[in-house]
């Protein structure tokens, strides 16, 4: 057999005007060109708006999540996320109004109808998400319209999200109509009156792996009680409850923070970031919150949370950063949110950061990570795998962190590799996520596998 | 005497319009697969950015290799005045970076809907560009129409309808057309046509671009796949053999050489199970006029062995089935031929002629209970029966693990996307050799059901009665 990859060396991996989307932190301060769109043909690992709104929303337990177009963007989104939950698990049911040719043709909104008739008929859900897609964008169906008479005569939420797919390849604009969404359901109609309570809303938690149900614990030790998460293990029912909230946090900054300002805005919640991605910014953030609540008693419990668990998680990384120190990592996740937390754990673990980038990064979050990186370390926006795969090669990458599309790239250059997606089963949040991530980063960066990878024996020719 | 409730007649509840937790993919999708399999190609979907990283996620998530699938990332402006200018872009930017000898384009149901036409555009493209390396195959997916199971079959009528010449001379060697099956069956199918010395070419053999051996680097167009010239040799070949028995007429490459190119089909059934493997064989020797190699007798000799050792557990088996129809038609008739009655087989795909076929194979199979066939299912329809029927065990892929979460309806999976165990691509069930080792995954899948509950079952049936006895005197059933 020939030479493994003969088109590689004639090709250009590095499409010209990709060129401002790629840039090494330090003294060269060009700034990175971000938040358009994909290049046509550069094989983006991006998805789209329908896709950003659908992970957003789809944790929200009891609620019906239809969508409506053909069937392919039910079918790649069903039962896709770990996210779990307490009670029901209508959520997990993928349903699509399965648009076939003379519904594009005459038009889809009385199957929409038709479903959304026998959907409640079936299942009697409390609310409706009707998920826009690219046909259904193209063709015109009146989907507010389908909805708001599906809410009158059922008397239930019957909510449209506008995600017709080609609005944007950017998930970012999909969270927007998530947030849009949300918003809808939480707000109280006429006549509806929600009580205050000193409970906080935990916007941008997904309960993967039960991540949610970590913080509530810690939360409640501290003498805190959550409402509801958005939208991890969230019922329909605490979600209205939540303009009665005290206090919002916010996780993942990509997907909630339009909805956090509206929120203060109309309803006087105040919001600040957290991040329980690792011991510190677990740490600060448990701080960051008792502070609000300005109690002495809550104070005092913190405190006492912290320095417990806290140093059950220095044991384990005094004992694994003896083995990773000086490993050389990459990191490639879908928002700036999750890249900060990341290169925080791993640089506590004395690995060396030579390579990051999100999907749905803006030019500020880019900005703030220059900072925390030694100079040198590629930063790109919306990489393609011909990008990712060059600076691999060039940083001699020990272990990457990313999403499942890099996951087989980076195992095929002998890499090792981070799980930090939305499917994972295992949570990574508070303390004993840190933990964990530790112990998975360990795991695979000095699995045994490597060495046999890295051996020349031949037999693959 | 079949059950008239359980015939082909109840086969889709046709006031149903959700559709919930599917069984199928969209068209592109398959097109996508099956453009893998042709050397030096790249697939390139012509709509939002979202369908190709669906496909590719959903792709990488099975084959665990990294797939590149490209997209033109229509954005709202072009929905609305055209997508022309992003697809040539697209075009340039996929022949810098990859320099692949193929581009196979597959719209989606925006472009469709949109109209767009992509003779024109390719035309076009052409013209500005003069001489260039790439054939661009344009391929029409709307999934609004199909399922991916015809998406492949269209893509590979379409691959084959692109290089096909008149002026081909006719040759010795004989096509093989295959389905949308695992990188392993397709070598298992390699292997016993090698084994048989046949000159062949199969196409689309996706084998080695989407099951790679390690090698330390990452090859943007992994090597493998039918070579371009083999495939235009096709039009001249001695014999299509086309595991295709339940794909229509219409989109059918096998059909498509005999009818534009004289080129005789003989349309088959997937060499899955002992009979339908000896169909293979047997078409084998009528070509080649030699009789099978020894070796597969042997292998064919341990298969009838390991099917006598098995065939009193087999018997309890009550399987749904479900998944693409020519897999589902191949497991069907694995399971008739063990004994095993099949409680529900079902597709997703509603454009095949898999009902007929089944309907065939079930009358010769002279069984007391006839399956419920379903076809445009989903796993609501699919559950429903399996319970109604008394499944105890399933065959397909990973959209059915609900019956085993849910009612401990054990899966042994088969079929695509497999995406929550290792492997999905070296599954095995193709030849003698393959139809065995996947019967032992079948057979040991009842057993470990079996072993893991039947003390705790029989102890808690039988001593109740012992106990209802005891309080009424008298066995009440």
């Known amino acids: 057999m020939q030479e493994v990859c003969p088109l590689t060396t004639e090709t250009d991996s590095l499409i010209a005007e990709r060129r401002e989307s790629i840039v090494t932190s330090g003294k060269h301060k060009t700034s990175i060109s971000c938040t358009s769109d994909s290049l046509a043909g550069s094989v983006s690992q991006r998805a789209c708006v329908f896709c950003g709104a659908r992970v957003v929303l789809n944790p929200v337990t009891d609620a019906v999540h239809l969508v409506h177009g053909p069937i392919g963007c039910a079918s790649y989104t069903y039962d896709i996320r770990g996210s779990l939950s307490s009670g029901t698990e209508t959520y997990r049911k993928s349903f699509s109004t399965d648009m076939k040719e003379r519904d594009v043709i005459f038009g889809g909104e009385k199957k929409l109808a038709a479903c959304i008739d026998e959907l409640v008929e079936k299942y009697n859900p409390p609310a409706i998400f009707v998920y826009s897609t690219c046909v259904v964008g193209m063709i015109g169906d009146d989907i507010v319209a389908v909805c708001r008479e599906a809410s009158q005569a059922y008397d239930i939420d019957v909510i449209p999200v506008e995600s017709s797919g080609f609005i944007s390849g950017n998930k970012v604009v999909g969270y927007r109509a998530a947030g849009e969404a949300l918003y809808k359901l939480i707000t109280p109609k006429d006549g509806e009156f929600v009580d205050k309570t000193r409970k906080l809303n935990f916007l941008g938690e997904y309960n993967l792996g039960g991540e949610k149900w970590v913080v509530e614990r810690y939360l409640k030790e501290m003498g805190i009680e959550i409402n509801v998460a958005m939208t991890g293990d969230a019922t329909v029912e605490a979600l209205k409850k939540s303009s009665g909230s005290f206090l919002n946090l916010v996780q993942c900054t990509g997907s909630m923070h339009w909805l956090a300002n509206r929120m203060e805005e109309d309803f006087s919640i105040p919001y600040i970031d957290i991040n329980f991605f690792g011991a510190d910014n677990t740490a600060e953030s448990l701080r960051k919150i008792a502070e609000f609540y300005d109690d002495p008693e809550i104070t005092a419990r913190t405190e006492a949370l912290i320095n417990r668990e806290i140093a059950a998680v220095r044991e384990v990384n005094e004992k694994y950063r003896k083995k990773l120190a000086g490993k050389r990592a990459a990191i490639y996740v879908g928002g700036a949110f999750k890249a900060f937390a990341i290169i925080r754990q791993l640089q506590d673990l004395g690995m060396e950061i030579v390579l990051t980038g999100t999907q749905t990064g803006k030019k500020e979050e880019y900005e703030r990570m220059g900072r925390l990186l030694s100079e040198g370390t590629v930063i790109i926006d919306d990489a393609n795998p011909a990008e990712i795969e060059k600076f691999l090669i060039e940083k001699k990458v020990d272990v990457m962190a990313g999403g499942v599309k890099e996951r087989f790239l980076a195992y095929k250059l002998g890499v090792g590799f981070i799980d930090h997606n939305h499917d994972r089963k295992d949570g990574l949040i508070g303390f004993e996520g840190a933990v964990r991530f530790i112990r998975e980063v360990h795991a695979t960066t000095c699995s045994p596998v490597w060495k046999y990878l890295r051996e020349e024996r031949g037999g693959t020719e | ?477």
Request: charged content about 20%; hydrophobic content about 35%; some cysteine.
């Open chain 2, 1 to 477: 005497m079949p059950d008239s409730n359980h015939t082909s007649s109840n086969r889709t509840d046709t006031a149903k319009q959700v559709n919930e937790n599917q069984c199928h993919m969209c068209m592109p999708l398959g097109g996508v697969i099956a453009f893998k399999g042709v050397e030096g190609s790249m697939a390139l979907v012509h709509g939002s950015q979202g369908c190709s990283t669906y496909m590719r996620l959903t792709n990488v998530e099975h084959y665990h290799e990294p797939i590149d699938v490209a997209s033109s990332s229509l954005n709202e402006k072009q929905t609305i005045y055209g997508g022309e200018k992003n697809l040539k872009k697209a075009l340039d930017n996929v022949r810098r970076v990859y320099n692949p000898k193929v581009i196979g384009i597959l719209t989606t149901c925006l472009t469709e809907t949109m109209g767009e036409d992509l003779n024109r555009i390719i035309a076009s493209y052409k013209a500005e560009k003069g001489e260039i390396y790439t054939d661009i195959i344009p391929v029409s997916t709307p999934s609004y129409d199909k399922s991916h199971t015809e998406g492949f079959w269209t893509a590979t009528r379409d691959i084959i309808a692109h290089y096909a010449r008149k002026d081909i001379a006719y040759h010795r060697k004989i096509n093989v057309i295959v389905p949308h099956i695992s990188t392993a069956d397709i070598k298992a199918i390699k292997l016993i046509l090698d084994t048989w010395g046949v000159d062949y070419t199969l196409l689309p053999d996706y084998s080695m671009t989407l099951d790679r051996p390690f090698a330390g680097k990452y090859a943007k167009i992994p090597e493998g796949g039918t070579s371009t010239a083999d495939i235009a040799e096709m039009s001249g070949g001695l014999v299509t053999i086309q595991f295709g028995l339940t794909c229509e007429e219409s989109i059918s490459p096998g059909h498509y050489l005999e009818e534009n190119f004289g080129v005789p089909l003989i349309n088959l059934p997937l060499p899955i199970g002992i009979g339908n493997t000896d169909m293979f064989m047997d078409a084998l020797a009528r070509i080649t006029g030699k009789t099978m190699p020894k070796n597969l007798g042997y292998e064919r000799g341990w298969l009838i062995d390991a099917m006598a050792d098995s065939h009193k557990y087999n018997a309890s088996a009550r399987p749904a089935i479900y998944g693409e129809p020519e897999l589902v038609y191949a497991y069907a008739s694995l399971c008739l031929e063990n004994g095993s009655v099949p409680s529900v087989i079902a597709s997703g795909s509603v454009h095949s002629r898999l009902a007929p076929a089944l309907d065939r194979l079930l009358e010769e199979s002279d069984c007391d209970e006839m399956p419920v066939i379903l076809e445009g299912a989903d796993f609501s329809m699919i559950e429903a029966a399996a319970l109604e029927t008394g499944a105890n065990i399933a065959i397909g892929h990973s959209g059915g693990r609900l019956l085993t979460e849910n009612h401990d309806i054990r899966i042994v999976r088969a079929g695509f996307p497999i995406h929550d165990r290792e492997g999905g691509q070296r599954i095995l069930s193709a030849g003698y050799a393959g139809t065995l080792t996947f019967l032992d995954r079948f057979t040991n899948t009842l057993l470990e059901k079996k072993h893991s509950s039947y003390r705790e079952l029989r102890k808690q049936e039988l001593l109740s009665k012992i106990a209802a006895v005891t309080e009424t005197g008298f066995t009440t059933e």
